[in-house]
């Protein structure tokens, strides 16, 4: 230390959770994107006055970890079928967003900017409530959000944030623990976060094909049932509501294989059944396939899988099931089918080749190649586009997958 300028985490390992760039008293720390749109941290030598707050604060560098106990699981969902269908899964993030709304508090999530880019933003009325549901398969930008907490906790405000696991990490490393008694946090099984700047890239092409622009982008619209594949939805401000499909969806499908997601999530230290936040959340995949599920129906509606890892949340839990139906289930079934829940994400082979040929070209067309479907997934797609949720449920227990 002594003189010296600080030594922030490694590209490799750096989350984007900002907490260093908000604990920096001369705001001499920014977050630049580097060449594929993640960012990082950047020390503006002329500004620092060499303080290494920022280290202390880094919740990587400094690896020690207030986790919570194994969780309780459950399988829910919304008793309101409005909610539910609005939501990705069953609805479990709207229903502790409730009750943290009751008591006139604030409720963090990731929602769209109007130029689409993903962001932390807060709401306070149940109306606003929509912007932040739905999965977004996107880094978000944290910006000074940690920072806006603390002003909100000052004030005796109960504050609900919800977010990837890093970043909840993130967010204690920062907050002073006297500060954490009204603080509710969500974090999620997280498959790793694609790049802002690939999106974007898909974005326009998608725009220049349809020319018109977008105004709204749902990764998982429900209508052709929730545990049969995915159906994406974008909304222009023109020609209103289309269907993406095949090359169109391609976005999603490189997501799906961890094609661009960012270098810290192929050795995450952040996952884990044992997490900092209250609850974790995520799709209930897998449900019934190995323990029995009565509510076999309920699947193609959407079930959340929600984890109480901590005290806070078994005593928030209890005023929660007025607003969900709870279905105890084992611990050993929420994460079989749920790799990202205590494994990192894979390391594609093709990758290195992916960000080769995107730093050569500037047409999204001449990536194409990278997102092939196998002919196994082609079959998938017409199965459950043509025949229906029903039928491929029978057929994948048929053939036991």
């Known amino acids: 230390m002594g003189n010296e300028y600080p030594s922030l985490c490694s590209s490799q390992d750096c989350t984007a959770c900002a907490t260093c760039m908000q604990s920096c008293p001369k705001k001499a720390i920014k977050m630049l994107p580097d060449e594929k749109g993640f960012l990082y941290p950047y020390v503006d030598k002329d500004i620092c006055i060499q303080c290494h707050l920022c280290e202390k604060k880094c919740p990587i560098l400094n690896k020690e970890r207030s986790l919570n106990a194994l969780p309780k699981i459950y399988a829910c969902w919304h008793r309101n079928p409005i909610i539910r269908m609005k939501s990705s899964s069953g609805g479990a993030f709207s229903a502790i967003a409730e009750y943290v709304l009751a008591l006139k508090g604030y409720v963090w999530g990731v ?14 009325t149940m109306d606003a409530l929509d912007i932040l549901r739905r999965s977004k398969y996107v880094q978000a930008e944290v910006g000074d959000t940690f920072i806006q907490i603390k002003k909100q906790l000052q004030q005796g405000k109960t504050v609900l944030f919800t977010g990837t696991s890093c970043h909840v990490r993130g967010l204690y490393a920062y907050l002073p623990k006297a500060l954490c008694d009204n603080l509710i946090t969500v974090d999620f099984i997280c498959h790793g976060v694609p790049s802002p700047k690939v999106f974007k890239r898909y974005i326009e092409w998608i725009e220049d094909r349809y020319e018109d622009k977008l105004i709204d982008f749902n990764f998982r619209d429900k209508r052709y049932g929730w545990d049969n ?14 269907k993406f499909v095949k090359k169109e969806n391609s976005f999603f499908y490189g997501m799906l294989h961890d094609l661009f997601i960012r270098p810290c999530c192929h050795q995450c230290t952040s996952n884990g059944l044992r997490r900092e936040a209250d609850f974790t959340i995520a799709d209930f995949w897998g449900i019934g396939r190995k323990e029995k599920f009565e509510y076999e129906a309920e699947k193609y509606k959407g079930v959340s899988l929600l984890a109480l890892n901590s005290e806070k949340a078994y005593r928030i839990f209890n005023s929660l099931e007025e607003k969900l139906l709870c279905i105890q289930r084992s611990l050993e079934e929420a994460y079989t089918y749920n790799w990202n829940y205590r494994y990192s994400a894979r ?55």
């Open 229 to 242: 594949g995915v159906l994406t939805v974008g909304r222009f401000s023109r020609i209103g509501e289309k």
């Open 347 to 401: 390391i594609n082979p093709q990758t290195d080749f992916f960000w080769k040929k995107f730093s050569q070209t500037n047409s999204w067309k001449d990536l194409l190649c990278f997102f092939r479907p196998t002919f196994e997934e082609q079959c998938k797609w017409i199965i459950k586009r043509y025949m229906g949720p029903i039928m491929a449920n029978k057929l994948r227990k048929l053939f036991s997958r």
């Open 111 to 124: 929602a769209y900017t109007n130029e689409l880019r993903l962001t932390y933003q807060y709401v306070d």
